[in-house]
Structures are given as C-alpha cells and as structure tokens.
C-alpha cells in the first residue's frame, strides 16, 4: 500500500468518525445505532477475516471514540461501500 493511499483510508476513517460524531452531538447516534443494529441482527453472518493490526487498531479507536463496538463499526463502513456512499479513488488490484 502506497502512503497516498494510506493517507487516503486515514481520511475517509477521519471522515466517518466526524459523521458519527456529529450524529452523537446532536443526539441521534443513540437511537440511530440502536435502530441499525435492531435491524441488522436478524440478518447478520458470522465470518473470520484476516485483517492488518493496524487497521483492526484504527477501526477500535473509532469506535471506542464513538461508543460503539468495533465490529459493528467495520460493518458500517462495509455496507456504505456497497450502498455507493463511499467510493475508492483507486483501483482495489
């Protein structure tokens, strides 16, 4: 991985921790999660994967930062991926 790639994951985790952030400040990221993960615990699929230490630690700082597991933050960030609401500028091979 490239360090301007890198530097880009950092800002796109940046960005999702601001989004989250705003939402815990006005209130809403309560009730936000707690809807989100009613909703997605009839659907979930355990799975093991093999991740870099230092992004399972980026992810863990996030979500302790937000009050939330860091799990469920991956599968956040995972599912905005697929929905088009975050897009790689560059091609994944």
Do not use: S, W
Request: glycine residues 4%; hydrophobic residues 35%; aromatic residues 6%.
């Amino acid at each position: 991985m490239t360090a301007e790639r890198r530097a880009e994951l950092i800002k796109e985790l940046e960005e999702e921790e601001k989004e989250l952030q705003e939402l815990e400040d006005n209130g809403h990221f309560d009730e936000a999660f707690k809807r989100f993960n009613k909703r997605l615990k009839a659907e979930r699929k355990a799975i093991n994967i093999k991740l870099p230490n230092d992004v399972v630690d980026g992810y863990k700082k996030v979500a302790a930062q937000n009050n939330m597991p860091y799990q469920t933050l991956i599968g956040v960030v995972l599912k905005r991926y697929l929905d088009g609401r975050i897009t790689l500028n560059e091609p994944l091979l």
